[in-house]
């Protein structure tokens, strides 16, 4: 009886997003193996919508070799696609975190975890679930408890006191953005960007560069953060 009931289940129908061909071959292999169905591939998510019109699937899986923009727009995108993602991240990924959360992803596996733990957040995302890699709670929960433990603070000044350049900056550091992927996008040496930073927490009278990616993100800068980072892709 228990056999009918599986055959009668839909698989979850997955696109891989994953611009490296050896990563993407690799992610396919392992969600096939844990009988997931994947009708798609894509190098990048704007190539997203002209996979919707070939197939209908129930989630995203997005690789950790996106480039940045590519992993900014996910919601708007979701909304559009009417599917739900998962993000692989890296460690390093701590800061794009929360504005991944507020964008309404709700999965998240590690760049190193077990084919299991993907296929699980696969299968967790398309039943409206949230999932969270083991290995990745440890460390946000670390991450979050410290930056809980220093609020941020109103700025003495508005952002009207920054220049142009550190507004930019700032705008980028509130999606989550990188030195080295500031640096790209505005095209100015990553030297200069850790310059910026430090004008702009001095200006603004703020402690970390996390309470800048908070200030960033809570401002009206973060629309522009978005709308330069889709620009620029």
């Not at 890699?133 to 220093?150: F, G, I, N, T």
């Not at 603004?204 to 978005?226: C, D, I, M, P, W």
Request: net charge neutral; hydrophobic share 40%.
């Amino acid at each position: 009886m228990q056999n009918n009931v599986n055959r009668s289940v839909r698989p979850v129908r997955v696109v891989v997003c994953e611009s490296e061909p050896l990563v993407r071959e690799g992610l396919k292999s392992s969600l096939r193996e844990a009988n997931v169905e994947v009708v798609g591939e894509v190098e990048t998510s704007s190539q997203l919508m002209h996979e919707s019109v070939r197939h209908e699937f129930d989630v995203v899986l997005m690789g950790v070799a996106q480039p940045f923009p590519e992993r900014t727009d996910l919601a708007a995108m979701a909304s559009r696609l009417r599917c739900q993602f998962v993000v692989m991240l890296r460690a390093s990924d701590q800061e794009a975190f929360i504005p991944f959360v507020q964008s309404g992803i709700r999965g998240f596996v590690a760049s190193q975890t077990a084919p299991a733990d993907v296929s699980h957040a696969v299968r967790s995302v398309a039943r409206n679930e949230a999932y969270l890699s083991p290995v990745l709670a440890r460390q946000l929960l670390d991450w979050l408890a410290d930056r809980l433990s220093q609020p941020t603070r109103q700025p003495d000044v508005p952002t009207a006191k920054l220049s142009e350049r550190e507004q930019e900056v700032l705008a980028l550091l509130g999606v989550g953005a990188s030195n080295a992927e500031i640096s790209r996008k505005l095209r100015i040496q990553e030297t200069t960007v850790r310059s910026h930073v430090y004008h702009i927490l001095t200006k603004l009278n703020l402690r970390s560069r996390t309470e800048a990616v908070l200030y960033g993100f809570q401002t009206g800068l973060r629309q522009a953060g978005e709308n330069g980072l889709r620009q620029a892709g």
